[in-house]
């Protein structure tokens, strides 16, 4: 078994431009709100064009539309260099794939957002297309995390005798804050009512807490696993009040002829904070599996990680 | 890698969940075998020497509630020549509770009758970023015209549940949209995505015994044979009334009144 370590220094540049392809498709997350919750997703009614061309008048929610699939096509871009970059630049062949999986998540994305246009937003479709997004992204954030330094040199790995692992709290926190996800965005696209919705954010929260309080608990002293808890308690908390006030604004404004600005405020800023809870859970995840090893010595420094697989 | 395995159940969790996201929701107008149309049977005409009438009107029971403010700050060339404010129109009511946007027709009773298409086009347009009238009524196959008379782009969408779905754009300027229904349905709701405010509704009826009522809340259906029919009021806001049974004799003319109540719709 080979366990040579492949001692090159990290790219940091692809690091950071991995980053920023996260950072583009965050905005790009708050563009596509905007267009839900502006009623503006079928203001062009022709896709890819635009009113039979490429710059459509800007008036009304061809503003938002307009923005969304402009942005959308750079982030399209963005991802062809990522998937590219990281091809040739990487030595680990599952992060080649990662970069084709991102490359495949961004086309894929292109195809759902050309289908709501076309088939007039059928529930399962529009909830297809912000699932995606919200998993789109998780993907380019451990995409950065994986190209950073701090992933590719050696750590020492601390032991988790708590019950349940830390590492199966979070697996099962990601997979809950996702299904959450979906509940939320097919609550958005009138595909379900409230209720399922509402049973998630209970299940999300306890999950979350029961993980942050895990971490705090066992691993004081690490920082890395500290800080985790910390945004990840912060974040709860702050997506549970902004969900309270998302549901009361739509409520409220049901009774105007037309989105008002604390509505779309509200419930735009619910959507990427739940988009944020995912990706933090998810570097907590990455985090968790790189430092928590289950079984092993307290303190021994670890076999540096395989780059090979 | 044990990611990769999180990156299977999250796909598998997902796909799951999107497949139960398919369930409900719209229809699949695609995958829908197209259905006859409702006057497309022969059968026999009205005769007008016997045809009679069915007039009355339609009031609300209660305090109307109060219609917002439009507001068109995003876009002049809306609130352009505009001396008052654009007014949603969910419920519009006249003199002694009359309600108006109405659509009173002949639910049953006309099934025997053939009624061909009319000729004539029923408009609909597009001023100061409102459509006029707030609710038509056409027929089964009558033509729809839909005219742009503002200087700003609009979309026309009307989301049917039992017709086709169309999305169409309408610079200022252009000519005139052309459409027609295939299938009954009271109502279809119809917006603009450039311009969310714009709402209207089209009522798609199969014979020529209905009505839009105006902020008289009167109404009267015309060449209707002797029989026994249930006639229907149906509103916005109200949804449709309790049917009401009417006979008409030869040349008769019978009178009805509905009354929603405002309360009912949790105003």
């Known amino acids: ?76 871009f963005l991802t062809i260099v990522l998937a590219s970059w990281i091809w040739v630049a990487e030595k680990r062949p599952w992060m080649r794939w990662l970069g084709f999986a991102a490359l495949g998540g961004v086309i894929a994305q292109g195809i759902l957002g050309g289908l ?89 929260t306890i999950l979350v807490f029961m993980t942050a309080g895990a971490l705090k608990r066992r691993f004081p002293g690490v920082a ?24 009361w604004s739509r409520i409220y404004a ?34 968790s599996y790189r430092l928590v090893a289950v079984g092993s010595l307290v303190g021994k420094p670890a076999t540096p990680r395989e780059q090979v697989a | 890698m044990k990611t990769s395995k999180l990156g299977i159940y999250s796909l598998a969790a997902g796909m799951f969940a999107m497949a139960i996201t398919g369930c409900g929701g719209k229809k699949d107008e695609s995958a829908e075998a197209p259905a006859p149309a409702a006057s497309a049977p022969a059968g026999k005409m009205v005769d007008a020497a ?84 707030h609710v038509v009524a056409m027929q089964v196959g009558q033509n729809l015209d839909v005219v742009n008379d503002d200087q700003t782009t609009h979309n026309i969408h009307p989301i049917p549940m039992q017709n086709r779905e169309w ?16 299938r009954e349905e009271i109502a279809i709701p119809v917006k603009c995505n450039v311009h969310p405010w714009m709402k209207a509704y089209m009522a798609v009826l199969s014979n020529p015994a209905y009505q839009v009522t105006d902020k008289d809340g009167k109404f009267d259906l015309k060449g209707i044979p002797p029989g026994t029919y249930t006639v229907v009021a149906w509103h916005e806001l109200y949804g449709s009334s309790e049917p009401q049974t009417v006979t008409i004799g030869p040349k008769e003319t019978k009178n009805i009144a509905f009354t929603f109540k405002a309360a009912a719709s949790g105003d």
């Not at chain 1, 503003?63 to 750079?74: I, Y």
């Not at chain 1, 308690?233 to 549901?247: D, F, K, T």
């Not at chain 1, 735009?268 to 990455?286: D, P, Y």
């Open chain 2, 50 to 133: 016997t045809a009679g009438e069915v007039t009355g009107s339609v009031k609300l029971d209660g305090a109307a509630p109060k219609m917002k403010t439009i507001s068109m700050a995003a876009e002049p060339a809306c609130s352009k020549g505009r001396t008052s404010p654009a007014m949603s129109e969910e419920v519009v009511t006249g003199d002694g509770g009359a309600l108006a946007n109405v659509v009173v027709y002949v639910k049953s009773g006309l099934e025997g009758y053939s009624f061909p298409a009319p000729s004539g086009a029923v408009k609909i347009e597009q001023q100061g970023c409102q459509y006029h009238p």
């Open chain 1, 116 to 204: 709501t246009v076309r088939m007039f937003q059928p529930p399962a479709v529009s909830a297809a297309h912000a699932t995606l997004a919200q998993l789109f992204f998780s993907t380019v954030v451990a995409i950065a995390v994986f190209t950073s330094a701090w992933w590719q040199t050696p750590v020492t790995e601390v032991d988790d005798s708590g019950t349940p692992r830390v590492r199966s709290l979070a697996v099962w926190s990601c997979v809950a804050i996702f299904l959450q996800l979906i509940l939320g965005a097919a609550f958005r696209h009138n595909g379900f009512g409230i209720i399922p919705h509402l049973i998630g954010a209970v299940v999300v």
């Open chain 1, 254 to 287: 049901a009774r105007f002829p037309q989105p008002i600005p604390v509505m779309v405020t509200l419930t735009v800023i619910h959507t990427v904070t739940g988009a944020l809870v995912l990706a933090s859970m998810l570097v907590t995840t990455l985090i």
């Open chain 1, 224 to 247: 890395p696993l500290r800080n985790c808890a910390k945004i990840l308690h912060m974040l709860i908390g702050v997506q549970l009040l902004l969900g309270a006030g998302a549901y």
């Open chain 1, 1 to 76: 078994m080979n366990t040579a370590y492949n001692r090159e220094m990290p790219n940091r540049n692809l690091h950071h431009y991995a980053v920023f392809t996260a950072c583009s498709t965050f905005l790009l997350l708050i563009a596509g709100a905007l267009v839900t919750s502006n009623q503006a997703g079928l203001s062009i009614p022709d896709w890819p064009l635009a009113y039979g061309s490429i710059h459509p008048p800007m008036v009304g929610g061809i503003v938002f539309e307009w923005s969304h699939r402009v942005m959308a096509a750079s982030v399209g």
């Open chain 2, 167 to 182: 999305n169409e754009s309408q610079p200022p300027g252009a000519a005139p949209i052309e459409k027609s229904f295939a």
